[in-house]
């Protein structure tokens, strides 16, 4: 819509109606949230009755409607599209607007949103480096930083600004990034924004691009090349051994791509949206954002259904739900995890019998105990935290809508932030 909106300046008025799923994505400040993550600069009208919905017989999240100068509708699309078929909506109508003078030629007026401030912008991402290093996602300034947590001195990769290219440190460009995952010599990023898998190189923090063409995947194709596959919004990764698994956002499933093989593959999920455990190939996911290994399970945080996930890493057995009841049960409730509730879980870390679920849209880290089967509130007081992280006997977390990283002591105590 960014793209439209500049090509076609000053004819084309975006205005977004926002009709919250969630209870938390409802409230208009988180609103103004996440237009200020996003740089969106058009009006958007707050639907929480979904009063404009029902108006426009609106079925599906995105749904476009076209409406001409004079007030009428001329188009509707449902789903996502490409900047290319929405040009070939527009600028048939777009001309005739002009050849009848209807149209004006004052440019539309932007919405100004108090911008934020610190070395942090809506951090999406943690990993664990050698040493005292934490790699941090700085999803709003499309950078990956590298802590040094006993001086507070950090490197930053990435030129700070939204784009797709290759390169050092200095001058390479993500768009978006999210999950991250370090071993000695590299940095793995789901580059949300560029629909790609970005490797960082250490030292000295060059940026290379390992799957994905920078498109978004239009339909769901089977995966050839990695470099030449379109991939749909990835959000975090995990790496075992040589395989890079991928959670799919925008396709609703788990990829695998193979670093030795240089082969990239679905690993889980029908690309279906739905909270349905079955055989890998059958099973159906909603939106998983977040992924975490331990033994031979990988678990994942499926943020639209509000669950908790386990699949086998063996690529044989069933997909599992250990917590969440359908894409439209979603709460803050604690006890028995069958009976538990999230809201838009984004982030996942396991030690032990312990699973930490950073839930995103109830501003809290929940605690799911394993073998107990119970799920308990660990830590509340935040604003919309993305990731978490173990590291010896503490919590790290994102806590995204607050620009920060907290440090928090598994075993009780305050929380402190280590970096804002």
Request: hydrophobic letters at 40%; a negative charge.
């Amino acid at each position: 819509m960014r793209q439209i909106e500049e090509r076609y300046a000053p004819y084309v008025a975006a205005i977004g109606v926002h009709c919250g799923k969630f209870a938390r994505e409802r409230q208009t400040d988180r609103i103004a949230d996440a237009m200020r993550r996003e740089g969106i600069t058009h009006p958007v009208l707050n639907d929480p009755a979904y009063a404009v919905w029902q108006a426009y017989a609106v079925r599906a999240w995105p749904t476009l409607v076209f409406i001409d100068p004079q007030g009428m509708v001329f188009a509707r699309h449902e789903g996502e599209i490409s900047l290319e078929e929405l040009a070939g909506i527009l600028a048939p109508e777009i001309e005739r607007a002009k050849a009848n003078g209807l149209l004006r030629e004052e440019p539309v007026p932007a919405a100004a949103l108090p911008e934020t401030s610190g070395n942090l912008r809506y951090p999406g991402g943690l990993a664990f480096g050698e040493g005292d290093s934490l790699f941090v996602a700085d999803s709003g300034h499309h950078r990956v930083l590298r802590l040094r947590l006993g001086s507070g001195s950090f490197d930053v990769i990435g030129a700070g600004e939204a784009g797709f290219s290759d390169g050092a440190a200095e001058e390479a460009r993500f768009h978006d990034p999210h999950g991250l995952f370090a071993t000695a010599r590299h940095v793995f990023v789901a580059d949300c924004g560029n629909h790609a898998i970005r490797r960082i190189a250490l030292p000295p923090g060059k940026v290379s691009t390992i799957a994905g063409s920078g498109r978004l995947a239009q339909h769901l194709l089977p995966p050839g090349l990695p470099r030449a596959t379109d991939l749909r919004s990835p959000w975090d990764v995990h790496l075992q051994s040589d395989q890079l698994f991928i959670a799919m956002a925008g396709a609703h499933q788990i990829w695998r791509l193979d670093l030795r093989r240089q082969s990239l593959g679905i690993y889980a999920g029908s690309g279906y949206e739905a909270l349905y455990d079955a055989s890998l190939p059958r099973s159906r996911f909603a939106q998983p954002m977040g992924l975490a290994a331990q033994g031979d399970t990988l678990y994942a945080a499926d943020a639209e259904s509000s669950a908790i996930r386990a699949v086998p890493l063996s690529g044989e057995g069933l997909v599992q739900t250990l917590v969440g009841q359908g894409l439209f049960d979603f709460g803050d409730r604690d006890g028995p995890a069958k009976q538990a509730l999230l809201q838009h879980p984004s982030g996942i870390a396991v030690g032990g019998d312990r699973l930490y679920i950073a839930d995103t849209y109830n501003d809290e880290i929940r605690l799911l105990l394993l073998s107990e089967g119970r799920v308990e509130t660990f830590l509340g007081g935040l604003r919309e935290p993305q990731a978490v992280k173990l590291r010896n006997g503490s919590l790290y977390v994102a806590d995204s809508g607050n620009h920060r990283i907290l440090q928090v002591p598994c075993a009780g105590g305050e929380a402190r932030t280590i970096f804002a």
